[in-house]
T-cell receptor
Framework: LAKTTQPISMDSYEGQEVNITCSHNNIATNDYITWYQQFPSQGPRFIIQGYKTKVTNEVASLFIPADRKSSTLSLPRVSLSDTAVYYCLVGDRSTDKLIFGTGTRLQVFP | GAVVSQHPSWVICKSGTSVKIECRSL??????MFWYRQFPKQSLMLMATSNEGSKATYEQGVEKDKFLINHASLTLSTLTVTSAHPEDSSFYIC?????????????FGPGTRLTVT
């Protein structure tokens, strides 16, 4: 079973760049990697999705190495409102299921 | 676009009763909907995959007779927790996929918090 592991928590200050890595050593060959943001008592909100190399949108960048066994979500210049839990979602090669990562709780301080 | 709603947003019920949770895709048709359960400070765990007009596919360890899923139309799926017990208290989240049943373009509902007393 794919182990989609993430750091449990991270702290940052407003204006800094935050990089959150997800390790997925058994990722399915053809699946995309998706990242979500979740606030307390709310459903996950889509942030970004990619297959390989680098993807950038208006809120984040996603870096995926060639072996695709990990991915890094980069949030430029975080603000207090970015305090949330961030999850990666990847396909598991063994079970052919999409699996959420363990989640990273990001706390942004003023 | 791609808005998913859930109703109710929270519910408290007594042990032994049944509770129905609705999941609707408001501005698109979803052939596939997913149901997740999330316990406090834990990740989302997939319970079942629901395709319109067919029986749901349940994940290992999820009792299909306890968690009844109906996907009667392309915009509505329901999850009924039958004979609820306190251990069923959790945050239930649905999602709808716009690109087939692989779950690669899921849009999530706001969740339903169930408390069983």
């Amino acid at each position: 079973l794919a182990k989609t592991t993430q750091p449990i928590s991270m702290d940052s200050y407003e204006g800094q760049e935050v990089n959150i890595t997800c390790s997925h050593n058994n990722i399915a060959t053809n699946d995309y990697i998706t990242w979500y943001q979740q606030f307390p008592s709310q459903g996950p909100r889509f942030i970004i999705q990619g297959y390989k190399t680098k993807v950038t949108n208006e809120v984040a960048s996603l870096f995926i190495p060639a072996d695709r066994k990990s991915s890094t979500l980069s949030l430029p210049r975080v603000s207090l409102s970015d305090t949330a839990v961030y999850y990666c979602l990847v396909g598991d090669r063994s079970t052919d299921k999409l699996i959420f990562g363990t989640g990273t709780r990001l706390q942004v301080f003023p | 676009g791609a808005v998913v709603s859930q109703h109710p947003s929270w519910v408290i019920c007594k042990s032994g009763t049944s509770v129905k949770i609705e999941c609707r895709s408001l501005d698109f048709q979803a052939t596939t909907m997913f149901w997740y359960r999330q316990f406090p400070k834990q990740s989302l765990m997939l319970m079942a995959t629901s395709n319109e007009g067919s029986k749901a596919t349940y994940e290992q360890g999820v009792e299909k007779d306890k968690f009844l899923i109906n996907h009667a139309s392309l915009t509505l799926s329901t999850l009924t927790v039958t004979s609820a017990h306190p251990e069923d208290s959790s945050f239930y989240i649905c999602s709808a996929d716009t690109a087939g049943d692989r779950g690669l373009e899921q849009y999530f509902g706001p969740g339903t918090r169930l408390t069983v007393t």
